[in-house]
């Protein structure tokens, strides 16, 4: 999604961000999601130990 400065959206945008660590404290994984208005998202995890 790219935004048009010009033509900024007028309701919130949201910018998240998760990182994911395995037990000794490293990084498994990175991502960064933006949510805009009208736009819905789900996630789940699992956790095993």
Request: glycine letters at 8%.
């Amino acid at each position: 999604m790219e935004l048009d400065p010009a033509d900024p959206p007028r309701e919130p945008v949201v910018v998240m961000t998760a990182k994911f660590v395995d037990s000794e404290g490293n990084v498994v994984e990175y991502g960064v999601d933006l949510g805009v208005p009208g736009r819905k998202w789900r996630t789940e995890s699992e956790v095993a130990q």
